[in-house]
């Protein structure tokens, strides 16, 4: 059974880039997985940052992108907030109406 | 704007029943994949179920496949899950979903917790 994976944790600075990934313990992510991400604070019901790889939903600032850098989806924040600190989901499409998603990414700011 | 409320939510003992409501609003329900997702204590989200536009075509995770059902009722754009045969690690919170694939909504989630 495929397992979709992500870094446990990352830490940035206030004002810096970091870039989150996604994939998959056998083979690799492409646009075909219509990869989403998640954004979730603790206590708050999830956010949809990106859908189908690398498009914004509507309200997401444009410091959040999506892409696929070699064999994993990414996601990546350029000027990072202290707001931004929160837990970061990835869901991948894997055919019929199902979906799996990776175990999550806790970012920290500071 | 759209609004998803889930509601249904509660305590059960283990082998017990409960069903899970999502009513939809702001958005073309009848036109959305709609699916629900689950958060245990402390733990990361689970895809649970989906269900196709018209209620023909539906998925379930294999942790729950046989025990759980989705529909749905596109007059009242509601959807639906039924959960039979409840057991402690089915234990979460349970967000209703709109349409995974394209810029999806999420409800504000509805509490199961099953005692052993």
């Known amino acids: 059974q495929t397992v979709v994976t992500q870094e446990p944790s990352f830490s940035v600075s206030p004002g810096g880039t970091v870039t989150l990934t996604c994939g998959l313990t056998?083979?690799?992510?492409?646009?075909?997985?219509?990869t989403s991400w998640y954004q979730q604070t603790p206590g708050q019901a999830p956010r949809t940052l990106i859908y189908?790889?690398?498009i914004r939903s509507s309200g997401v600032p444009d410091r959040f992108s999506g892409s696929i850098l070699g064999n994993k989806a990414a996601l990546t924040i350029t000027g990072a907030k202290a707001e931004d600190e929160s837990d970061y989901y990835c869901?991948?499409?894997?055919?019929?109406?199902?979906?799996?998603f990776g175990g999550g990414t806790k970012l920290t700011v500071l | 704007e759209v609004q998803l409320a889930e509601s249904g939510g509660g305590s059960v003992e283990s082998g017990g029943s409960l069903r899970l409501s999502c009513a939809a609003s702001?958005?073309?329900?009848?036109?959305?994949?709609m699916h629900w997702v689950r958060q245990g204590p402390g733990k990361g989200l689970v895809w649970v179920s989906g269900?196709?536009?018209?209620?023909?075509?539906?998925d379930y995770a294999d942790s729950v496949k046989g025990r759980f059902t989705i529909s749905r009722d596109n007059a009242k754009n509601t959807f639906y899950l039924q959960m039979n045969s409840l057991r402690a690690e089915d234990t979460a919170v349970y967000y209703c979903?709109?349409?995974?694939?394209?810029?999806?909504?999420w409800g504000q989630g509805a509490l199961v917790t099953v005692s052993s």
């Open positions: 269900i196709n536009t018209n209620g023909r075509s539906t």
């Open positions: 869901g991948v499409f894997m055919g019929g109406g199902s979906w799996v």
């Open positions: 189908s790889t690398n």
């Open positions: 702001g958005l073309t329900f009848s036109s959305y994949w």
């Open positions: 979903v709109s349409e995974m694939g394209k810029g999806a909504y």
């Open positions: 056998s083979g690799s992510v492409s646009t075909s997985y219509y």
